[in-house]
């Protein structure tokens, strides 16, 4: 289970400082990046696409920025074709099993990592997996306000 948070835009967002993912002393700060799409203008010519883009970084120790690194979707994918293209002029029989590594690796990926679900007119909207550190990172930026299924800034 995921704990949402709503954070105000122009509030610099506090961290506890240690990993995210195992809790342990952290040496890094991971890149989160947020585009959401707010509106879509047609004209006769040409189209706007207006968007509003956020950028957060999350610490994690050295390990879990690896991780980090590996297993987002993006990556998973191009990996699992190159290994599939490889793999399909070695003849292994057990070939289409690489096909399941991004979503084995997505599923990790969220429900370990930060996710950043939509960035606002007014806030950013992410969530954390549920423990110790979901609790703190509230109480940290006084996330005690329940709007809808958010635990929002005031």
């Known amino acids: 289970m995921r704990i949402h948070f709503g954070i105000k835009h122009g509030r610099d967002i506090i961290w506890p400082e240690r990993c995210l993912w195992c809790g342990g002393p952290f040496e890094k700060r991971q890149k989160y990046k947020k585009k959401s799409l707010y509106d879509f203008e047609y ?19 050295r390990k879990h920025n690896i991780m980090a690194h590996l297993l987002r979707p993006s990556r998973l994918l191009w990996v699992s074709i190159i290994l599939f293209i490889i793999l399909l002029d070695i003849h292994v029989p057990w070939l289409y099993l690489v096909l399941l590594l991004p979503i084995a690796g997505y599923f990790y990926y969220q ?17 954390l997996p549920d423990g ?14 329940i709007k809808g299924h958010l635990l929002a800034q005031d």
């Open 132 to 145: 110790k550190y979901a609790e703190e990172f509230g109480i940290l930026n006084s996330c005690d306000t």
């Open 111 to 127: 429900k370990h990592g930060l996710i950043i679900h939509t960035v606002g007119e007014n806030y950013l909207e992410l969530s």
């Open 43 to 61: 004209r006769i010519i040409w189209f706007n696409i207006l968007s509003r883009v956020q950028t957060i970084y999350c610490p994690l120790c």
